[in-house]
């Protein structure tokens, strides 16, 4: 079942990421969003490559592995791989799929144009990114 344009608003509601932002902003935001399904096992992101997209979690789970350790899990709502699409970086970490999964997926060209356009939403986007990047230090 595909999501429906107010599904995917209500959905990035709940993402910390987006917590700032107004419906009107979440509106613009899931318009970019593309929905993909994957199986068990496919990689997601691959830890070293360039950040092209980042993905919230509709519904499933993935891991999250730096140099061949688990880091962490992601789960239902959670949202991965806004750090290397946001600051050009390698990516930090290879994600695998461990469950299957429904993903809203937003390009990094899509999403940083987005934020140029829009500054109300960058500052929102990049006070959640600081808050973020302070409780992994």
Do not use: W, Y
Not at 33 to 58: C, M, N, S, W, Y
Not at 62 to 84: L, P, Q
């Amino acid at each position: 079942m595909k999501l429906r344009r107010n599904a995917k608003v209500e959905l990035l509601r709940g993402v910390p990421l987006f917590a700032g932002c107004s419906d009107r902003e979440l509106g613009q935001i899931s318009a970019l969003g593309d929905e993909l399904h994957q199986p068990v096992g496919t990689q997601l992101i691959v830890e070293g490559a360039k950040g092209r997209e980042f993905f919230v979690l509709v519904h499933g789970t993935v891991e999250a592995r730096r140099k061949g350790r688990r880091v962490c899990t992601f789960g239902s709502g959670d949202f991965f791989g806004e750090i290397a699409l946001l600051t050009e970086s390698p990516r930090t970490a290879t994600v695998t799929v461990l469950t299957p999964v429904r993903l809203l997926v937003i390009s990094g060209q899509s999403f940083r144009r987005l934020l140029a356009d829009t500054p109300s939403i960058q500052g929102k986007v990049l006070a959640a990114l600081a808050e973020r990047l302070a409780s992994v230090v």
